[in-house]
């Protein structure tokens, strides 16, 4: 069996501080912003998938949610559990698994937590995931990379030292899948520590657009950007998309 680099490497502390120290007020802001758009009843029931330590999800729980937050990674959920509340609920879980069938509102998945996964049965069947876990007429909102733009953007190495850990970061990418080698190392000497590679897959919007479509699941908006800009193809940073599950 291939090996899931996602589940090591999530669970390495290291993640929390490359990730989790940096765009606490953006995410905060973004969650914001979305919220105000989507406009949920009080006390929605919600599913944020791939939820890491639950920052996400505290926020959405903060505002008045019924949160849920599951994540592949044992070692988040055990953190994340440390803050559940009566609104605010972890489970350690497979998104490519069944979950709860049509039981919440709304679905998220934020900060490019999907496209990790070998095979496109394995990310088909998360989408298949999501949607079953909806409600007919529930909202799956994902926040993904925008394609074109990362290939423009590449940055190819990057050395930076967080918490005084450096990490000496490479990327690339091929037909198929963005690539990025963080190796940490020991005392500055290149006495190699770890090492770990992330693996995205390169989805367009027409991607998501087929994968949800499969699954009843119908596009009713696409952002930009965290400030709900318009989505422009070559020039957008990110892929924000809005689906709806279709009644039958």
């Known amino acids: 069996?291939?090996?899931?680099?996602?589940?090591?490497?999530f669970s390495s502390p290291y993640y929390d501080i490359l990730y989790y120290k940096r765009n606490e007020q953006e995410a905060a802001a973004f969650i914001q912003l979305l919220i105000n758009h989507l406009n949920p009843?009080?006390?929605?029931?919600?599913?944020?998938?791939?939820?890491?330590?639950g920052r996400h999800s505290r926020v959405l729980a903060d505002m008045g949610f019924d949160v849920t937050g599951i994540d592949i990674s044992e070692t988040a959920i055990t953190e994340a559990k440390?803050?559940?509340?009566?609104?605010?609920?972890?489970?350690?879980?497979d998104m490519r698994l069944p979950f709860f069938i049509n039981y919440f509102d709304y679905a998220f998945n934020f900060f490019t937590s999907f496209g990790y996964f070998h095979t496109n049965r394995e990310h088909n069947n998360s989408i298949r995931t999501i949607a079953q876990s909806l409600k007919p007429g529930g909202l799956f909102v994902i926040d993904y990379l925008n394609v074109h733009y990362a290939e423009d953007h590449l940055v190819k190495n990057e050395l930076m030292t967080l918490d005084s850990t450096p990490f000496n970061i490479s990327r690339w990418h091929n037909e198929?899948?963005?690539?990025?080698?963080i190796q940490i190392e020991k005392n500055g000497r290149h006495n190699l520590k770890h090492l770990y590679t992330e693996k995205v897959a390169k989805f367009s919007?027409?991607?998501?657009?087929?994968?949800?479509?499969?699954?009843?699941?119908?596009?009713?908006?696409?952002?930009?950007?965290?400030?709900?800009?318009?989505?422009?193809?070559?020039?957008?940073?990110?892929?924000?998309?809005?689906a709806k599950k279709i009644m039958h």
């Open 1 to 9: 069996m291939m090996k899931e680099w996602y589940k090591e490497w």
């Open 41 to 53: 009843a009080p006390g929605s029931l919600m599913l944020d998938v791939a939820c890491g330590k």
């Open 82 to 93: 440390k803050t559940e509340t009566e609104n605010l609920h972890f489970f350690s879980h």
């Open 176 to 181: 198929t899948h963005f690539f990025k080698q």
């Open 205 to 242: 919007l027409g991607d998501f657009t087929d994968m949800l479509a499969y699954q009843n699941m119908q596009v009713q908006d696409v952002f930009g950007d965290y400030h709900l800009g318009h989505y422009n193809v070559r020039k957008s940073p990110r892929m924000i998309i809005i």
